[in-house]
């Protein structure tokens, strides 16, 4: 507890600091100030690709706000979307991971969750990977929310959407004009820096960002399974550092937006079996992405919605083989490369208490190349491909009458690849009141196999599918209750059935040993999420929440890898004063079991904020304590490593420090 009480005092006297010249400064409004009723009043636009109330939408939702990213100082959106019922990560210091309600197939790269930026698919080509960990191109700051929908949705937005999709909103300019600096650091030599600047006049406003980090990682890592070699110990292999820039242009009807970031890092774990402890091993990926998208009512209930987008995803990977200090050791280079582009066209009509949804999309990926080789021999593998696909897909809300609303949809999308997928979407809304909504949705969603899978080889330990490869697919049955039940109070409870065939699993070839993707997976998940939400004027906000989530194999009765059973969460906004507020988040996640069948320990974190509203005209302060406890946890690692489990950091800490200034920024010195 004496450890504890240490970091609460380091980060308490960090942000108190400033507090002495808060007294004279205006507090600003924000979602905060909002009650339960009016936060339920939110539109979001994922659930149906329309704006709509959360508290209606065919799907159960959360809405994670720009304040509270602040307020808790999540860094990066794998720590925002842990913090939600049903999700949890895993990092094996390459890339995170996001598991939902149970599900979390070892290194399978995201690709069975949808991200999208302002509604805009940002998956990759080529491992169709969503990039949650600091490999995720854009800074927290430049969010206004985000949208949560759980559930299939594959219905409207096809490939991926197998789980959920997680809808970034990137927040819009207000003023004449502002420009924005901050600087952090942090544990293990981690600093960011930042800038950002934003203007409006007329119909015109635009948004441009950008920023680096860099940090050393840890400076020691143990890996018991390599004790034999520098007595287990990577040193100084944990460095990480990415670049990011933002643009955001719009006038009127139109908007442009373009996305860039790069982020490298080094592998300590010895992935494929590489050399322990040789900085030779690392990697990079990069993401870059323009998205134009043009508005326009047609009429005064019709809409339409036109969008191309072009986006370029890269991949290199150097592994160093042979032993560490040995004259045989050499490189390995394994690289990807994908250029694709689209257009998408959407129609959104009102007919009276009806709505109509109908849209059309095209994507073709004119480059998508996977190479491997050995340092001066020639190419293991050197693979092309060009796959395009098409979709229509429709969706129809019908007010029923006494409350009732009937979503039904589906899409229709063609690979050609892999042929026809059929996505049907249907649910049923009973909404009574503006206090209590009780939802039932059923949905098919599928996952196309990716190029990765269906074409990677090297010849030596990896081989291309026996046979081909067919689509994922999910039926899933959902039933929510939502209710209100204070103005400062609500609650909700989920019931889920998920029922998936076909997956695709990396196996032995028993002839030659060398692994294969093939679809021999069939898994079933059934669970139970309560949660309540408080918020009261002035700041206090809190959510606490508790998941069951059953996953396992129907064939043999086991439970999934990857899969704690049990998940509690608890997360509050206190005000410490008028102008400081604490951050208090508790993470609880049950054990787990390993790919190489060994147990995973429960982990309980403890993580602490605290931060400032602006004083000083644009001045605003925070300080973090991560796993305040200081506890040993460790995160189940994917097949390449030879770790079953991670270690995970121990205490650390973040200082930050931003300055804005804005044209109508009320200025009162101290």
């Keep these: 507890m004496s450890h504890l009480w240490k970091a609460c005092h380091v980060c308490a006297m960090v942000v108190l600091l400033g507090l002495s010249a808060l007294g004279q400064t205006r507090s600003d409004e924000d979602v905060l100030s909002l009650g339960i009723a009016e936060l339920g009043k939110i539109k979001v636009y994922s659930a149906s690709r329309r704006l709509e109330q959360a508290s209606v939408a065919p799907s159960s939702v959360s809405i994670i706000t720009a304040e509270e990213i602040r307020r808790y100082g999540w860094r990066t959106l794998a720590e925002v979307l842990r913090s939600l019922r049903g999700f949890y990560t895993s990092y094996d210091r390459s890339y995170t991971y996001l598991g939902v309600r149970g599900f979390q197939r070892p290194g399978d790269y995201n690709s069975r969750v949808l991200l999208l930026l302002n509604g805009h698919r940002l998956n990759e080509n080529v491992y169709g990977s969503a990039l949650i960990g600091t490999e995720f191109p854009l800074d927290l700051e430049l969010i206004d929310h985000i949208e949560v929908v759980r559930g299939p949705g594959s219905s409207l937005f096809g490939d991926n959407a197998i789980f959920g999709v997680v809808n970034v909103i990137t927040r819009q300019p207000t003023n004449p004009y502002d420009i924005e600096v901050s600087g952090d650091v942090a544990s293990f030599l981690s600093r960011t820096g930042r800038i950002s600047a934003s203007a409006t006049r007329g119909r015109l406003s635009s948004l441009i960002s950008g920023s680096l980090y860099e940090s050393a990682g840890q400076s020691s890592l143990y890996f018991p399974q390599f004790s034999s070699s520098n007595g287990g110990i990577a040193q100084n292999l944990d460095g990480n550092r990415y670049a990011h820039l933002f643009s955001d242009l719009q006038y009127g009807n139109l908007r442009l937006q373009g996305i860039y970031g790069s982020r490298r890092k080094i592998i ?36 339409l919605e036109v969008r191309t987008f072009y986006q370029h995803y890269n991949y290199d990977g150097t592994y160093a083989y042979g032993g560490t200090n040995s004259p045989d050791r050499y490189l390995n280079y394994d690289s990807s490369l994908a250029d694709s582009t689209g257009l998408d066209a959407m129609l959104d009509h009102q007919m009276g208490r009806h709505h109509l949804t109908l849209g059309t999309s095209y994507e073709h990926s004119f480059r998508v190349d996977q190479q491997n080789h050995d340092a001066g021999l020639p190419p293991l593998l050197n693979d092309h491909r060009t796959p395009w696909l098409s979709a229509v897909y429709g969706e129809m809300a019908l007010d029923l009458g006494h409350h009732l609303t009937l979503h039904a949809g589906a899409r229709f999308d063609y690979f050609d690849a892999y042929g026809a997928a059929l996505s049907p979407r249907t649910a049923l809304v009973y909404a009574p009141n503006t206090k209590t909504s009780v939802k039932y949705i059923f949905g098919r969603a599928f996952r196309a196999p990716n190029v990765y899978e269906n074409y990677y080889m090297d010849g030596v330990s990896t081989e291309r599918p026996l046979r081909p490869l067919q689509k994922e697919n999910i039926q899933s049955h959902e039933l929510v209750f939502e209710r209100n039940l204070t103005p400062w109070l609500g609650a909700t409870l989920d019931a889920y059935y998920n029922s998936l065939d076909n997956l695709v699993e990396w196996v032995p070839d028993t002839a030659n040993g060398m692994t294969h993707a093939a679809n021999i997976g069939q898994d079933h998940g059934r669970g139970i999420e309560v949660e309540l939400n408080a918020k009261w004027k002035l700041g206090w906000q809190g959510r606490a929440s508790y998941s069951l989530a059953d996953a396992h194999n129907p064939l043999n009765r086991q439970r999934l890898d990857n899969s704690p059973l049990h998940q509690a969460k608890l997360n509050a906004i206190i005000p410490a004063s008028r102008h400081a507020f604490g951050g208090i988040e508790l993470l609880y996640a049950s054990a787990q079991q390993t790919y190489q069948q060994t147990r995973v320990a429960p982990s309980f974190l403890t993580n602490l904020s605290l931060s400032t509203t602006p004083f000083w005209g644009g001045f605003e302060l925070s300080a973090t304590c991560y796993n305040a406890t200081n506890r040993r946890w460790f995160s189940p690692s994917p097949p390449s490593t030879t770790e079953p489990a991670i270690l995970q950091d121990g205490r650390t800490f973040r200082f930050k420090l931003s300055y804005r200034f804005s044209k109508d920024a009320s200025r009162v010195l101290p």
């Design 268 to 303: 300590p774990t010895a992935d494929y079996e590489t050399n322990f402890n040789d900085p030779g091993t690392r990697i990079t990926d990069t993401i870059a992405q323009f998205d134009a998208d043009y508005k326009r009512s047609i009429t005064d209930k019709t809409d």
